[in-house]
């Protein structure tokens, strides 16, 4: 069965400085999918940044950029120049080629002025 | 576009009281997802459906869950009777649905909050 791990509970940055978020996942699968989703306190899931496993360049959405090293089985997202709006659970997640999705544990983000 | 729209945002139910959630889709999605979110945790698959079709439900506790998708567009989670683990964010979400191409990206709504007291 696959899992999705994120090691760090809680996590602070100062705005406009670099946040990074670890994730790692577990899966005999080599085709799969990647996705970082924002939750805010409203609980609605909002889409960050995906990446799929058969792709090498590594996904960028403006200020969100992924580090994905497939061998090592790591997925983490990197928040440049944070702002406060930025502050939010984020949640990694795993999808093979069924649509489900798996979701790790989540990481508490606050951005600090 | 409309986003998923859920109803009701909010509800409150004594335990061994049953509740129901609706979830309309974006249109022309074909897979429908309910999640739970218990807090402090990630969100877990309770049912999944391609259509009308079930495609997943190992993980929805059915003695007490039911869900539908009759007409393959709007979707109800029934919990009855309910008990105080329940106490939860219920997530329905939708996609294209793998007859389209796989990975497709999930779309969330705003959750219905339920508490059992």
Redesign the interface.
Known sequence: AQT?TQSQPEMSVQEAETVTLSCTYDTSESN??L?W?KQPP??????VI?Q?AYKQQNATENRFSVNFQKAAKSFSLKISDSQLGDTAMY?C?F?K??????????TRLQVFP | EAGVAQSPRYKIIEKRQSVAFWCNPISGHA?L?WYQ?IL??????LI?FQNNGV??DSQLPKDRFSAERLKGVDSTLKIQPAKLEDSA?Y?C?S?L??DRR??????????S?LTVV
Do not use: C
């Not at chain 2, 402090?40 to 698959?45: D, R, Y």
């Open positions: 999705v799969y999918y996705f989703y409203s609980r609605q899931m909002i889409l995906r799929e949640f997640a999808m080629h069924t649509d489900k999705l798996i979701f790790g544990t989540g | 897979t997802y979110q402090g945790q990630g969100p877990k698959l999944q495609v997943d964010v997530l979400a996609s649905g793998t796989p990975g497709n990206t999930i779309y969330f709504g705003e959750g909050w």
